[in-house]
């Protein structure tokens, strides 16, 4: 199973990136995936995930409205279309598979999931 995060870049504040996440060896379709992120010296956080089947999706209040997951099942890809971005919204961003199927109170918790891509740098700043 191998993630493939790309997308990130530098951008001013109220810019826009794409993030996308390629997946080998698996089928996106059949897993939770995950977006998570970690600044310098913080702990990484959930950002935001994509359920199975129906394509349930969960946010982060700090980036809810702003930030939008989704996959694209023949591409076997999840992207994160991110919005008015913000300065706080640097860091090195990261997709996950999750480690079975986790509820929804656990659902961005990073001991959830396995499998980690290899992280894409997200800066903004003015």
């Known amino acids: 199973v191998q993630l493939q995060a790309s997308g990130g870049g530098s951008v001013q504040p109220g810019g826009s990136l794409r993030l996308s996440c390629a997946a080998s060896g698996v089928t996106l379709f059949y897993h939770t995936i995950a977006w998570f992120r970690q600044a310098p010296g913080k702990e990484r956080e959930g950002v935001s995930c994509i359920r199975t089947r129906q394509a349930t999706t969960y946010y982060d209040a700090s980036v809810k409205g702003r930030f939008t997951i989704s996959r694209d099942n023949a591409k076997n890809t999840v992207y994160l279309q991110m919005n008015s971005l913000k300065v706080e919204d640097t860091a090195i961003y990261y997709c996950?598979?999750?480690?079975?199927?986790?509820?929804?109170?656990?659902?961005?918790?990073?001991?959830?999931?396995?499998?980690w891509g290899q992280g894409t740098q997200v800066t903004v700043s003015s």
């Open positions: 996950a598979i999750a480690r079975g199927h986790p509820i929804t109170m656990y659902a961005l918790q990073p001991s959830q999931y396995e499998h």
